[in-house]
């Protein structure tokens, strides 16, 4: 069962992060807030003055990214 979540991080190209970050604060209702200041672009969107959405710009080509199979136990 899940508790909490502190934060959580999307990676994407620069064009669907900003289609995120429009979502996220047009329809969710975060707000966007202070970011430090990381060698990839991005975003830190907020709920009530905490940072719960990290929207970063992907160094890679997330299309061919090879998720490790989960083995069920």
Known sequence: MING???YNLRSDPETTEVLKNFYIDVVGL???LRPPFK???YWLYANE???LHLSF?????ENLQL???KNT
């Open 5 to 7: 979540i502190n934060h």
């Open 31 to 33: 707000t966007l807030g």
């Open 40 to 42: 990839n672009g991005g």
């Open 50 to 52: 905490k940072d719960v």
């Open 58 to 62: 992907s160094k890679n080509n997330i």
């Open 68 to 70: 490790p199979m989960r």
